[in-house]
């Protein structure tokens, strides 16, 4: 409900991120589709998902009383191929569904405003970064930096690049 309010508003005529309405092959299928559910959307469904965040924030900043960073998977499995994740894949429930599968760790942090990073510690046989989120309590983004600098002195990836990119 709040991606999808959220996305219909900045895609609004004069909203701050698109102040015009998008203009064909300006804005993606799945994300006009997203908008479009967000204008059906109503406020109470609005609120009870702001109080549902809310609540995850809450309990996030508990467990982050006794924890200094947490750390858990970047994804759910190893890079996939260009367009399997596909922007304009006309069914927005499977676009969803393939997302959520593919990326479930990040969101709780990213809606509750929890500071996280995506820090590449392995590579797969095939040369694609695997990553290791970090996340810290709110407002404690200088720990992130710390921890992702102490990792990247240990296991540098600065100079490392895919099979294809290595001149990018």
Request: charged letters at 20%.
């Amino acid at each position: 409900v709040l991606v999808e309010t959220h996305t219909a508003e900045a895609l609004s005529p004069g909203a701050a991120v698109l102040p015009h309405p998008p203009r064909p092959g300006e804005v993606q299928r799945t994300t006009r589709e997203i908008a479009e559910r967000g204008r059906r959307h109503d406020a109470v469904a609005y609120i009870r998902a702001m109080e549902t965040i809310r609540g995850i924030a809450r309990r996030l900043a508990a467990v982050f009383e006794t924890l200094d960073v947490l750390l858990t998977p970047a994804l759910a499995q190893p890079p996939v191929p260009l367009g399997t994740l596909d922007a304009e894949d006309p069914d927005l429930d499977h676009f969803y569904d393939m997302t959520q599968r593919f990326a479930p760790f990040s969101a709780m942090f990213n809606m509750s405003g929890q500071p996280g990073a995506s820090i590449p510690l392995h590579w797969t046989a095939e040369g694609l970064p695997v990553g290791v989120q970090a996340a810290a309590r709110i407002g404690d983004e200088a720990a992130l930096i710390r921890l992702a600098s102490q990792f990247e002195t240990a296991r540098p990836w600065a100079a490392r690049r895919p099979p294809g990119l290595e001149r990018v």
